[in-house]
């Protein structure tokens, strides 16, 4: 359903590449753990897959259709930035609102989905505050419910609970878990966390210097002695 077939990118003035043929293939509904040391290009490979970067090499497929041959707007993907970039001028509300908005969601409905993302993250009482008036684990929920609102076919996320506590962070893990289990939504995630990896993902993806050096079923890397 996902193909990336030998993705490159080496950064104007860069000596070496920060993502050198990473191949790996999703099934609809699967979720992906990127794992690897800081600069290993589990970030550029996300950016990549968004749009906000171009390869200099490789094929993205998703569904049928060459992703890397469109926009960044007609590849209609969620991402969880890693700093959150939010709307500055747009409270939370708004903030989580914008793409649902843009799909042109009957505005009951709208309000109605709105609202239930904002307390399934746990922000509900932040509706009304802009994004420099709230903490940064509050900021990191509100780009997670942004980018999971308008239920995109694929979602990426960038350390998506790093700014978290440890209660929160694992009440969150659970909610993703359910949800993405539940809709059939293709996701990846970078994490530094390799429980996270475990509890979340169906494949994991360990990255070294630009490449790929592990790639499998979690279950069966978990099992390895
Ligand atoms: P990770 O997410 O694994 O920490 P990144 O994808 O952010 O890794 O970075 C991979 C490599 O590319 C690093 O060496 C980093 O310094 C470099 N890099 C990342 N972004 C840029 C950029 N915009 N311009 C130049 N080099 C970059
Ligand atoms: P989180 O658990 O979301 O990471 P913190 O532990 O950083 O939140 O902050 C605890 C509480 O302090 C939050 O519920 C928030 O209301 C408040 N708070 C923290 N930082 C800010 C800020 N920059 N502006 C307003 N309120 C803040």
Redesign the pocket.
């Known amino acids: 359903m996902l193909t990336v077939h030998e993705l490159s990118k080496t950064y104007l003035g860069a000596t070496k590449p920060a993502v050198h043929q990473i191949s790996f293939s999703l099934e609809k509904g699967d979720t992906l753990a990127l794992l690897g040391p800081s600069g290993c290009g589990k970030t550029t490979v996300l950016r990549l897959l968004a749009g906000l970067e171009l390869p200099d090499a490789g094929e993205i497929s998703f569904a049928g259709t060459r992703l890397d041959l469109l926009s960044v707007a007609n590849r209609k993907i969620g991402f969880v930035f890693q700093d959150y970039a939010l709307f500055p001028h747009l409270t939370v509300w708004e903030n989580v609102a914008f793409g649902l908005s843009m799909q042109g969601v009957s505005s009951a409905s709208l309000k109605e989905r709105v609202d239930n993302w904002l307390v399934r993250l746990r922000i509900a009482d932040l509706a009304e505050r802009y994004p420099n008036?709230?903490?940064?684990?509050?900021q990191q929920r509100v780009a997670v419910a942004r980018a999971m609102a308008p239920e995109p076919q694929l979602l990426l996320l960038d350390e998506p609970f790093s700014?978290?506590?440890a209660q929160?962070r694992e009440d969150l893990q659970q909610q993703l878990r359910a949800l993405l289990k539940g809709s059939g939504q293709t996701s990846i995630f970078v994490t530094h966390d390799q429980q996270e990896a475990f509890y979340l993902a169906d494949q994991m993806l360990i990255m070294n210097e630009g490449l790929c050096v592990v790639a499998g079923v979690a279950d069966d890397l978990y099992s390895q002695p």
């Open positions: 008036d709230i903490s940064g684990g509050q700014n978290l506590d929160l």
